[in-house]
């Protein structure tokens, strides 16, 4: 069983910036990590993600939002910057051993997903 503990979560005012963290609990690598999100009320949705040497992110967040790992390559962030209150929601971080379809933002390509870490953006 892979847990994936995430940190970083919290409250921050609008135009803050943020910085999730995500790893294995052991700091297994994974080829393929992501994050996403879920608004109250909507879906859950993609943010973000990749392999270990190419990155994407949504429509949505780009040019606010990036996607990096360590040096180690067992951590993925999940840089948040000019933050919003639409940028509130629980963020997840999911990993992959295999992107079948070459979306990263297909969620059931995914095999294991943390528990989710709160961020609230306050006007």
């Known amino acids: 069983q892979v847990q994936l503990v995430e940190s970083g979560g919290g409250l921050v005012q609008v135009g803050d910036s943020l910085r999730l963290s995500c790893a294995t609990a052991d700091h297994t690598i994974f080829y393929n990590m992501g994050w996403f999100r879920q608004a109250p009320g909507k879906e859950r949705e993609f943010v973000g993600g990749g392999d270990l040497t190419h990155t994407t992110v949504a429509d949505s967040v780009k040019g606010r939002f990036a996607i990096s790992r360590d040096s180690a390559k067992s951590t993925l962030y999940l840089q948040m910057n000019t933050m919003e209150p639409e940028d509130t929601a629980v963020y997840y971080c999911?990993?992959?051993?295999?992107?079948?379809?070459?979306?990263?933002?297909?969620?059931?390509?995914?095999?294991?997903w943390g528990q989710g870490t709160q961020v609230t953006v306050s006007s």
């Open positions: 999911a990993v992959a051993f295999w992107i079948r379809s070459g979306n990263y933002a297909s969620q059931t390509e995914y095999d294991y």
